[in-house]
């Protein structure tokens, strides 16, 4: 049976068997291997993000994977394996993560052992090391020196977002990534520079309020709002200030609320309630230009209760299939309705951009083709070798800050 048509055999099995059956597929538990509780809220995140499962378990990796670069692939097949078991199993079984979690220690040490980490630095590590594996880029052309800065900020985004995937390309970044703007003007004279950055994620600020509550589009607007930089910021002795603008929007924008503060002698941490869109969240009053939709629909959520001394991540998620919600806590999966969803937990935020012909985030689900037969003695499908001659070009790895926070 030609590989293509075992693809189509084994997601049609999985993603069907939802409709014609009660037990709903994508519910199984994560085990908690020992303070492994972020990792499990992030995989369970990641999980139940459409796109990227659908790389998983219809082995479309396969063709992307660096085989013939010296960078390890093991980390990508781990995850789609542990993906597509997720997707295979019983609701009511768990499984474990274990040899995912040898791959994440080997390409990021800092993960070794059993210490309590942070799930928004996990996902950075994590997305990094996906996107690496399997970047279509084979040979990364040298940076240029040319300077944009002549250019209209239209024309430079453009030609900066170019440059940036002639050196980073991958069905990960595809998904995930976006560009930012940055702008400093000079209050004095009135000269603006600009900046386009690519990003993986927005850290956002919450603010204080003395009275009402917050929301999430105060923290955007915090974000986004005009500063005036002092002390090393400032590029010289004239005063400046420093706008941020989104110039081009992700498919799957992640929002990381900013809940642990930085202080190196003790931190903390926020627990202040952000009420946040679970749909039609309009965010193209932060865009860098006139933008026809930037609207985005809720489709995850990663939870961290207790202090910076001590806590636990749990996940909440709205299945693809189903379209129903339910909060995965390392093994345990259970039911859970919308109105819940919002708690002063929240901690990262997963919004899908939303189709401009159908909003509200309407579940879709992948049909095989009508000529195909499934066979009587379907088991779990191991995806076949593929030679030098079934795989294609492979992707970078994504430039990134760090920003640490302990949960």
Known sequence: ????????????????????????????????????????????????????????LQNL????????????????????????????????????????????????????????????????????????????????????????????????????????????DSRVSDLFVGQLKSSLTCSECGYCSTAFDPFWDLSLPIPKKG????????????????????????????????KFSIQKFPKILVLHLKRFSEARIRASKLTTFVNFQLKDLDLRE???????????????????????????????CKSPVSGEWHSFNDSRVTPMSSSHVRSSDAYLLFYELASPASPGHPPRSWTPPRSWTPPQDFGFYKPPQLGAEGRTQAAPAPPRWLVFTLG
């Open 286 to 316: 932060f865009a860098a230009q006139s933008c026809n939709h930037a609207v985005y629909n809720l489709y995850a959520v990663s939870n961290h209760s207790g202090t910076t001394m001590g806590g636990h991540y749990t996940a909440y």
């Open 61 to 168: 990796y396969l063709r992307d994977l660096n085989n013939n670069s010296r960078m390890r692939t093991a980390l990508m097949a781990e995850f789609a394996k542990l993906i597509q078991l997720l997707w295979t199993s019983s609701p009511n079984e768990s499984v474990s993560p274990s040899e995912f979690k040898t791959q994440i220690q080997r390409y990021a040490p800092r993960f070794v052992g059993y210490n309590q980490q942070d799930a928004q630095e996990f996902l950075r590590f994590l997305l990094d090391g996906l996107h690496g594996e399997v970047n279509r880029v084979l040979v990364r052309p040298r940076a240029s020196a040319d300077t944009l800065d002549h250019l209209p900020d239209d024309e430079k985004s453009r030609q900066m977002w170019r440059r940036y995937q002639e050196r980073e």
């Open 211 to 242: 009275y009402g509550e917050v929301t999430l589009m105060d923290c955007l607007r915090l974000f986004t709002k005009e500063d005036v930089l002092d002390g090393d910021e400032k590029p010289a002795r004239t005063r400046c200030t420093k």
């Open 1 to 56: 049976m030609p590989g293509s048509l075992l693809v189509s055999t084994f997601v049609g099995l999985v993603l069907n068997k939802t409709k014609s059956s009660k037990a709903v597929q994508g519910l199984t538990g994560l085990r908690n291997l020992g303070n492994t509780c972020f990792m499990n809220s992030i995989l369970q995140c990641l999980s139940n993000t459409r796109e990227l499962r659908d790389y998983c």
